[in-house]
């Protein structure tokens, strides 16, 4: 029988808490004192479990990277052709976090990179984790003869990237919607790859996300 760790349950328990807090008030309102409260307990208990309320902030932002991956790779299904496989992974990039908090929850800490060490990994790692996907998949593409890059795969992936971070952070702001952000990457991908962008966008749409006006 599995031992439960009670411990790992209760940190478990604060990193839910600090990400609910974070999703609701802010990364200036997830404070030790409120994220405490958010898990019934008393913010000198919470130090017992987490040496810093940094940590446990830490903690909370891997804890949404790696869920907002977990919905990378269930999108990406190897058995599809690399096509299919692009416009699954661009609509899970731009719309995966938008369905719970995790992309809000990035966002709020992504302005700490600038001055916090840890903050800068996790974000780094994510943002390199992505392009992973994304050269996998060019690559692919490219070996199956479906597309024909206009730039190195590496310069494209970062590309993509880059073009949803900031797209969706407008999507988060009330700025722009989803659906002309699908358009857009969609649009950007297929001519940096050489597709058809009314295929890739057709395709995107079948993964749920809604059809581009023409």
């Known amino acids: 029988m599995v031992k ?12 839910a808490a600090a990400q609910a807090v974070a999703a609701r008030d802010g990364a200036e309102g997830a404070t030790l004192r409120a ?11 919470v130090l017992y479990y987490f040496g810093s309320h940094a940590e446990i902030i830490a903690a909370a932002v891997q804890a949404s990277s ?10 990406d299904d190897l058995e599809m052709t690399p096509t299919a496989r692009l416009a699954a992974v661009i609509s899970a990039g731009t719309t995966a976090g938008l369905d719970d908090d995790v ?21 780094g790692e994510l943002t390199s984790a992505q392009e992973r996907v994304y050269r996998e998949i060019i690559d692919a593409g490219t070996r199956s003869g479906e597309f ?7 310069k494209i992936a970062r590309t993509l990237v880059a073009q949803e971070d900031g797209l969706v952070m407008d999507v988060l702001a009330g700025s722009a919607t989803s659906e002309y952000v699908l358009d857009l990457v969609g ?7 050489g597709i058809k962008a009314e295929v890739l966008l057709e395709l995107i749409a079948v993964r ?5 006006a023409k």
């Open 4 to 15: 439960v760790d009670k411990k790992d349950i209760r940190r478990q328990e604060i990193v």
């Open 35 to 45: 994220i405490a409260a958010e898990a019934g307990m008393a913010a000198n208990a």
């Open 66 to 75: 790696g869920r907002f991956l977990e919905k990378l790779a269930e999108a």
């Open 103 to 123: 992309s809000r929850i990035l966002y709020e800490y992504w302005p700490h990179m600038l001055r916090d060490a840890e903050q800068r990994r996790i974000q």
């Open 148 to 154: 024909s890059p206009l730039l190195n795969p590496a």
């Open 187 to 193: 649009n950007l991908a297929a001519a940096l790859l």
């Open 208 to 212: 749920g996300g809604p059809v581009p």
